[in-house]
């Protein structure tokens, strides 16, 4: 089945702990990114990657990191958390190409719902 | 810079239509939309290009104004099941032709539907 696995699905940790949010496709899809949503402020862009070692920042990177050294992963990094980065973490993935093709839908994971204390 | 939705939300009963509004104060490229039910992931609806096309999908259609810099979605007849959060998404870049990468989505419209 087609799918973007994200782990773990809920967390909750205290500030300043290193965590990481795995996130794994098996579309081969060249294109993957972060969203994190928070009631009142919708889905906001951490980071994006347009394919094995080519990220860049959304609109929301400060306190998080990526990287993407395989195609089919794209972990999202907190190194130090605080509790301003309490809430629900998706990471989604596409293929790039011509509209056509099926390519440039978002195909979401199940949500990462991490609470900082 | 976030696209901006109305309404935020809109209640109603099976059967009436509904309007959601998306708009941008940079030029848009491209506008995708999606739907997210309570406790689950956005699940894409359909993708518009400039050019002003309307697009169409069962009773869930849209269309995209790159002149007026926004996008409409219109659900017809709506059913039980559109009720949701619906957000729209707009492409930050020309070349992108409709491409997901640097997607900024609206804060979203919640649509209740009562039978």
């Known amino acids: 089945e087609a799918q973007v696995t994200q782990n773990p699905r809920y967390l909750i940790t205290v500030t300043g702990k290193k965590l990481t949010v795995t996130c794994s496709q098996n579309?081969?899809?060249?294109?993957m990114s972060w969203y994190r949503q928070d009631p009142g402020l919708g889905l906001r862009q951490i980071y994006y990657s347009m394919n094995v070692e080519v990220t860049d920042k959304g609109d929301v990177p400060e306190g998080y990191k990526v990287s993407r050294k395989e195609k089919r992963n794209f972990p999202l990094i907190l190194e130090s958390p605080s509790p301003n980065q309490t809430s629900l973490y998706f990471c989604a993935s596409s293929s790039t190409g011509a509209l056509s093709s099926g390519a440039n839908v978002l195909t979401f994971g199940a949500g990462s719902r991490l609470t900082v204390l | 810079q976030q696209p901006v939705q109305s309404p935020q939300a809109v209640i109603l009963r099976e059967g009436e239509d509904a309007v959601i509004n998306c708009s941008s104060s940079k030029a848009l490229y491209s506008v995708h939309w999606y739907r997210q039910k309570h406790g689950e992931a956005p699940v894409f609806l359909m993708i518009?290009?400039?050019?002003?096309e309307q697009k169409g999908h069962d009773k869930i259609s849209a269309s995209f104004n790159e002149k007026k810099q926004q996008s409409s979605l219109y659900l017809t007849a709506s059913q039980l099941s559109y009720s949701g959060t619906y957000f729209c998404?707009?492409?930050?870049?020309?070349?992108?032709?409709?491409?997901?990468?640097?997607?900024?989505f609206g804060k979203g419209t919640h649509l209740i539907i009562q039978p």
């Open positions: 579309m081969n899809h060249e294109y």
């Open positions: 518009l290009l400039k050019g002003g």
């Open positions: 998404g707009t492409g930050k870049r020309e070349y992108s032709g409709g491409g997901a990468d640097g997607l900024t």
